[in-house]
C-alpha cells in the first residue's frame, strides 16, 4: 500500500472508446501528477494540480482530458486515443508547504494502457 | 535550468557485487536530490533523498551523499541481491515550493544474477 491507489491496474480499449483512469490519495497532500511512462523513454510530465487547480500541462493532447475534483482525487479522461498512447500512466502527489523542496512524490503503482 | 545525467544501462552484476550507479546534476540554487525504484510491474518508491550538501541519504543497504562541489548523487550499495533488480531513477527538486516539479533523470536499469 503506497498511500496512492490508482485504477484500473490494466486497461485496454479501442481507439473509439472512451475512458478514464482515476487516482486517489489520503495522504493529505495537496498536488497531484500525471506522468507518461513508455518503453525506452524518459518519463513524462502531463499534468500539475495544486490545491484543485492545474498549474502545468505539458503540450498534452487535447485527447486526454485532466479532472480534479478536490485535492484527494484525480482523473485522466480518455478518447480517440492512438497505439502510440499505449504506455504506464503514473498518478503521483506530494505535499507542497515545504519552502526546501524537499518532500518528494508518492507514486501509484500506475496503470498499464494498451490501445488496439 | 535544471537537469539530471545518470548513467546509461542496463548494469548487469552478480549477486554480492558491489554497485555503483552514477547521477550528475545541474541546478541554480539548493536543490534537493533523490533516488527512486521501480521494480517490474510497479510504480516508482522513493528510495533515498537528501536535502543539503555533505548530508548523506541511506535505505535498505543503499547509500548516496550530496557532493556539491562535483553535483553529484552516485548511489552505491555494497552487496547487491537480486532482489535489487530494478530500474533506478536519480531526481532532483529546484528547492522552492508551489508544486515545482521534481526533475528525473532517464532510468538506469539493473539485473543482478544469482
Known amino acids: 500500500e503506497t498511500g496512492v491507489t490508482q485504477t484500473p491496474r490494466h486497461l485496454v480499449m479501442g481507439m473509439t472508446n472512451k475512458k478514464s483512469l482515476k487516482c486517489e490519495q489520503h495522504l493529505g497532500h495537496n498536488a497531484m501528477y500525471w506522468y507518461k511512462q513508455s518503453a525506452k523513454k524518459p518519463l513524462e510530465l502531463m499534468f500539475v ?29 480518455l478518447h480517440t486515443l492512438q497505439p502510440e498512447d499505449s504506455a504506464l500512466y503514473l498518478c503521483a502527489s506530494s505535499q507542497t508547504t515545504k519552502p526546501d523542496g524537499s518532500y518528494g512524490y508518492t507514486f501509484g503503482s500506475g496503470t498499464r494502457l494498451t490501445v488496439v | 535550468g ?5 548513467m546509461e544501462g542496463p548494469v548487469t552484476l552478480s549477486e554480492e557485487a558491489f554497485l555503483t550507479i552514477n547521477c550528475t546534476y545541474t541546478a541554480t540554487g539548493y536543490p534537493s536530490l533523490f533516488w527512486y525504484v521501480q521494480y517490474p510491474g510497479e510504480g516508482l518508491q522513493l528510495l533515498l533523498k ?42 532532483l527538486s529546484p528547492g522552492y515550493s508551489s508544486a515545482s516539479k521534481i526533475i528525473f533523470g532517464s532510468g538506469t536499469r539493473l539485473s543482478i544474477r544469482p
Not at chain 2, 535544471?2 to 545518470?6: E, F, G, I, M, P
Open chain 2, 2 to 6: 535544471n537537469s539530471v545525467t545518470q
Open chain 1, 49 to 77: 494540480y495544486n490545491f484543485k487547480e492545474q498549474t502545468e500541462n505539458n503540450s498534452v493532447p487535447s485527447r486526454f482530458s485532466p479532472e480534479c475534483p478536490n485535492s484527494s482525487h484525480l482523473f485522466l479522461h
Open chain 2, 50 to 91: 537528501a536535502t543539503k550538501a555533505d548530508d548523506k541519504g541511506s535505505n535498505k543497504g543503499f547509500e548516496a551523499t550530496y557532493r556539491k562541489e562535483t553535483t553529484s548523487f552516485h548511489l552505491e550499495k555494497g552487496s547487491v541481491q537480486v532482489s535489487d533488480s530494478a530500474v533506478y531513477f536519480c531526481a
